[in-house]
């Protein structure tokens, strides 16, 4: 079994950051990709912001130039630093990771249980 333990959620003024992070536990034989999403009331689920194994990344149009996602490996973390942020970014934002997992080195999906970002004057 994998758990996702984020953390660094809160309430930012606009323009402000915040850093999000993702640790990852438990019979993980490797990561091949982790990521960030969110999800906004009455919106369905978007992608924020992707990191491959490889270290390609992927952002959403909205964010990028504002957020950049990061990894340390060792750790089986994944971090979101997020700047210059807008109203329009608060949401609940979820971890999610695809890793091979024991037994049997089989690929899974994983998502954490979201942590809220508010973005309010």
């Known amino acids: 079994q994998v758990q996702l333990v984020e953390s660094g959620g809160g309430l930012v003024q606009p323009g402000g950051s915040l850093r999000l992070s993702c640790e990852a536990s438990?019979?993980?034989?490797?990561?091949?990709?982790m990521g960030w999403y969110r999800q906004a009331p009455g919106e369905q689920r978007e992608l924020v912001a992707r990191?491959?194994?490889?270290?390609?990344?992927n952002y959403a149009d909205s964010v990028k130039g504002r957020c950049t996602i990061s990894s340390d490996t060792a750790k089986n973390t994944v971090y979101l630093q997020m700047n210059s942020l807008k109203p329009e970014d608060t949401a609940v934002y979820y971890c999610?990771?695809?890793?091979?997992?024991?037994?049997?080195?089989?690929?899974?999906?994983?998502w954490g249980q979201g942590t809220q970002v508010t973005v309010s004057s």
């Open positions: 999610n990771v695809n890793a091979r997992v024991a037994p049997g080195n089989i690929r899974k999906n994983y």
């Open positions: 990191l491959s194994s490889g270290g390609s990344t």
């Open positions: 438990g019979s993980i034989k490797s990561i091949n990709d």
